[in-house]
DNA sequence: TGTCATTTGTGCGTATGTATC
DNA sequence: GGATACATACGCACAAATGAC
């Protein structure tokens, strides 16, 4: 994509073609590939400045990215340095502190296998934590890295029925709840999440093209809009070996 | 307000009595004031940047500080939303109460089976996503809800060895963390935390008193000191049904 | 020990892309 | 489509911490 801004300068000074994301990810993956070891240093900025072409500030842009998920550890006065190189089989999502919670994650590919009108049960509503008897939407999403690569992850969505009109892309990337936000003009403020490890199904293996019984990371996750409304609950299965999360935390600093 | 920075100039720069964080606390304590309820839009980076009298840079990252620690949701052509007037202590930064996340232990009860030095040879190295031929100590810990009751986790510690002398009391029921911090007198600022579904393993499986490969939770956190220097390590096996993963996480990144 | 070059952190000004309204 | 507002990117300058001499 053709960037190509300039000053009030007269030359071309033509923009790179890498933004701070492309930057990233490279780097991303050559820590991967172990070209960059754990306690290892990365490059200065200055280095990688010149090593793309951008700007000192771009640099810096993908240098925070990587310590939000976790990669690097950043101090004043010397280079950062990598404190982890997950290789990537089965890959990480990373949470910098949100919010690629069950997102995009890389841009998986989400396949909409159902999408249906249901009224929970007294059990059902127990078993999601929320009021019997009441309307919602379910849909049934398996989620893919490569279009035709094994499922990482099958999740169960109920939507509530205020934002039943939700559409979803026939090759979505986006998660559920981002298109809800940008349907319905909500803003998803909380998210409360519960990971257990549990037993393939039958149910889920299948979908998963897992043995049964296998061990599944399951995550229920229940979105709360910023009026507290509960707009959607999912429950996530995630094939042992395709998926990890990461979580990233960071004590406040002064407040 | 006394702005005058300017580029090849010849007056003095005198910068502006604001830094971000200042302007970060200033936005934080409105919001706490009620200035700025939850749902309202905050006013327009423009605005804030005549009010504090800094450049929008500045602005930006009082902002980002603000998204980061849960406090606002942040979309392109659209003002910052409050979605949250509440404030955490300790540890959070957009995973709303970490307490959960890492007090897994607080109230349990902590039985340690053993400590040994030990020299992490590659292959554990990179098992644990750390430095290979660094010494360590290595800790087994069960955790029980009840003194008589079937552990809900058994954990593997590596401890750097400048916290080798890291004492824990008989029935310890704080986090080991926590121990170090205390008598080490460091802070542990910043915490990875890795979360995927396994299969027990003998070794596993004997501890947790569960079949053999049983669905477990594994935890793999790191826990690196505000100097970033990596101060312990933790693998956490969960027994299914025994225990869950709460995470409350709070808006950021919106793009 | 202290000096000093290096490196990252913070801040300024500006230009332009792109989503929202 | 147009106006507004945030996202990304460029370049520069100085402060503060590091690390080596």
Known sequence: MARSGQQGAIEAPVRSR???????????????????????????????????????????????????????????????VVISAVTEKGFVNSIG?????LEYAGGAHNTLLS??????LREQALRLDCA???????MQVLRRRDPIGLPFCYSELFV??????????????????RAIEQQFDVVIAR?????????????????????????????????YSDEGELVEIGMAHFAPGRYRLRIALDRRRAD
Do not use: C
């Open 115 to 120: 999408s249906e009108q249901v009224v929970l």
């Open 18 to 80: 890498f933004g701070y994301r492309d930057i990233a990810k490279r780097l991303i993956g050559e820590i991967h590939a172990g070209d960059w070891p754990v306690g290892a240093k990365l490059p200065t900025e200055a280095v990688l400045v010149d090593r793309f072409g951008v700007s000192r500030n771009t640099v810096r842009e993908a240098l925070r990215e990587l310590r939000d998920i976790g990669y690097l550890s950043k101090r004043r006065g010397t280079p950062s």
């Open 160 to 177: 509530h029925p205020r934002f039943a009109g939700v559409t979803l892309e026939a090759d979505e990337r986006r998660a559920l709840y």
């Open 97 to 101: 502190s949100i919010s690629e919670l």
């Open 191 to 223: 998210v409360v999440q519960e990971i257990e490890a549990a037993a393939a199904s039958s149910h889920v293996a299948l979908r998963l093209e897992v043995p049964e019984g296998s061990p599944i990371m399951l995550a229920r996750n229940h979105f």
């Open 132 to 138: 019997p008897d009441t309307e919602w939407v379910r």
